[in-house]
């Protein structure tokens, strides 16, 4: 699986963008996905993820009730809605694939395949 992410920019705080992770491969439709964000001297951390089928989505208490991941397997195709954009949401965003969806979803060990990142800027 072959993964690019886009969507990233320069956002005010308070505004919305949304990012999404195109996939190549056949097998996009049984790969979990999960979105991760590393700011600037920060460890790499865990934002979203989505089984399979889109049924089951698990978020980081520090963007739960902002930001909404989905996905459209006819487009091999995941998304992150994110609003209520704050300063402290920038960083470069990375979609993930895994084989697996339980209870390591937020483990970026448990992502097997990476997109190269799109950047988010959200100014004061």
């Known amino acids: 699986v072959q993964l690019q992410a886009s969507g990233g920019g320069l956002v005010q705080a308070g505004g919305s963008l949304r990012l999404a992770c195109a996939a190549s491969g056949r097998t996009f439709s049984r790969n979990a996905m999960g979105w991760f964000r590393q700011a600037p001297g920060k460890e790499r951390e865990f934002v979203a993820a989505?089984?399979?089928?889109?049924?089951?989505?698990y978020y980081a208490d520090s963007v739960k009730g902002r930001f909404t991941i989905s996905r459209d397997n006819a487009k091999n195709t995941v998304y992150l809605q994110m609003n209520s954009l704050k300063p402290e949401d920038t960083a470069v965003y990375y979609c993930?694939?895994?084989?697996?969806?339980?209870?390591?979803?937020?483990?970026?060990?448990?992502?097997?395949?990476w997109g190269q990142g799109t950047q988010v800027t959200v100014s004061s």
């Open positions: 989505i089984n399979w089928s889109g049924g089951s989505t």
């Open positions: 993930a694939a895994s084989g697996t969806y339980g209870s390591s979803r937020s483990y970026s060990g448990s992502y097997d395949y």
